[in-house]
Structure formats: C-alpha cells, structure tokens
C-alpha cells in the first residue's frame, strides 16, 4: 500500500535523491497545487541519472518548467484539436446536407452510408453505424437548445445543428462510415485540394483517415490529463506516404525506425494539410513553447526534440526550421 506523505516529507525525499531545490517554499507550493506524482513521476525520467538520483545540477525548477512545458503544449493541442472539430463537424454537415437533404428521416438513411464496421460484443456482432445513429437520434430529442429550438420552430434539426451534440469520437467514426463521394469532397475541402487529385491519388485519402485517427488520440490524451510531450498513439499511426513523409524529412528507413508515426511531431506535421491558420497557429504556439524552455535549459535540446519526435535529420537545426510553416 503506498503511504500518504506530506509535502516536508516529499521534499526530503527529493532532495536524498539529490535533487537540488533553490526556492523551497515555492517547491512545496507547487507539490500542493499539482501533486508530487503529476510533477515528479510525470517528468523525472529524462533527468534522472539513475534509477533513483538526479543529474548533477538537476533542480526542482528544472523539473517543474518540464511539468509547465507539457502542460503548455497541452493547451494549444487542445484547443487545435477542438478547431479541427469544428471545421470537421461543419465540412461534413455541408456534405451531408448537400447529398442527403436536411430532414433526419433522409440523411440518417442507414443506406446512406457504408455500415461495415463491426467489433464483436457477447458473440455477436455489433455496428459502429448503428451506435452512430442510435445516439444522432437521440441527439434529436435532446430538450437543451438549440436542438429543441429547430424541432419545434422549424419541425427537423438539420446536420448542422445535429452534430453540435456530437462528440469528436462520433465525427471521426462517422466520417469513416461515408462512401467516397462525401469523403473526398470532406478532404478536398480541408486539405484544399482538388476532388481529382483526391482521387488520384490514394495516399491523400490515407493520410486523411490516418491523421483524423491520430488527432483523436490527441484529444483523448489531452482531456484525460497524460503527458503530450512525448505521447505515441497505442494503435493508430500514420502509415508510410510519400507526399506526408516527404515534407515532414522523414524517409523510410527512420520510418521503420519508429518516425514519423504516432508521435507529438507527426500530430504537428499533419497539421501542415490543414487550413492555413490552424498549421500557423500550432507551430508558432509549439515553438514558441519550447523556446522559452530552452532559453533556460539549452542542454536538453536533443534529449526534449527526441522525446517530441524529430528525426535526427532535421534535429540540429533551429526551432524556426523544424517547425516550420514558410514552406507550407
């Protein structure tokens, strides 16, 4: 059973472990505030010398400003991700809504859509599209605005205001129930290419369905509280595509090394199809981050861009270089 310890003892602890701590009434502020696990079990390991002593010269600051950088990082994950939502809920309502109607009883058609997703529950099979319709129809009910608002002025919620209610989960498994027509015009529209090159070119839809799988992982991370900073998806990754792994300096060789993949750098890069803003947005706010950090600790470099994901390529250049959004 793990004991409680209170925040004297805690930093004592740290400081057996020489951790060095220049300002001790702040340190066990900070403990109290964000807890000695979200702080120390969170970020310990890159300054650790071993299993249970710290570099020579590691503080307490130090420490916590690896804390403060993730969850700074955190924030603009976030808040990308919760933009994306929008953009993505509004793209494929207009989509719907142009080739299905606005009336539930049409757009939510089961044969609209493609129905083939499945996991099994107690032997039996289960549809992702029928959970997804099951919920949209009870979104339809909902009593809380603007929902009862369109049902009883306007006697339908049109797709537009249906996924309001949605969750981001909802969207992505929703888009992926959409025959070809209505994902290709969703791609076009975000990535802001053409249908024909759309469908020219498979590696566009790939990484399209790859990206929206890693930007949910993201979210979920971000929401539930776990380091970002060097967060790597379970399952979903993004398999290897010659237009998204050109432009992000990453050749296959470092991609079967583990580049390129599931990691904070590939969630950025993927980002650099997005609408202008949103890729401007994350690498002004990423690097702005990581610039304040290493102003102060200019020796963890390597070590930090590593955890984040940068090959070792592009590593050694500047912040500006690697996050770059001139090109884009």
Known sequence: MKK???????????????????????????????????????????????????????????????FKLDS????????????????LKNVLAYEISKKYGVIGSEYLKRENYKGKRFFIKDNSKVFHLDILLDKFNLI?????QPFKHYRESHNH?????????????????????QKAEVKNSVISTIFGVSIREIEEKNELKNLFADGIALVYQFRNRTAH?????????????????????NRSSISNKLYRFGYGKND????????????????EKLNIEVRSILKDYLSKYPEDKNMLLTEIGVPPTIIELDLENIFDVTMY
Request: aromatic share 20%.
């Open 4 to 66: 409680f310890n209170n925040i004297d003892n805690q930093i004592k602890l740290l400081e057996s472990r020489k951790l060095r701590i220049l300002n001790e009434e702040k340190a066990k502020e900070n403990l109290k505030l964000y807890g000695y696990y979200e702080i120390v079990n969170g970020y310990k390991n890159l300054l650790l010398k071993d299993i249970d002593t710290y570099k020579d010269g590691v503080t307490f600051e130090h420490l916590f400003s690896l």
């Open 72 to 87: 700074d990082i955190k924030d603009i994950v976030l808040n990308i991700t919760l933009e994306f939502e929008i953009i």
């Open 140 to 144: 339809k009910n909902y009593n809380s």
């Open 157 to 177: 919620i049109p797709p537009w205001i249906l996924f309001k209610g949605a969750t981001f989960g909802n969207m992505y498994y929703f888009y992926m129930e």
């Open 225 to 245: 509280g776990g380091r970002v900073y060097n967060f790597t998806t379970y399952r979903e990754y993004i398999r290897f595509n010659t237009i998204f792994h």
């Open 264 to 279: 904070l750098f590939t969630f950025i890069k993927f980002f650099s199809f997005m609408p202008k803003h949103l890729n």
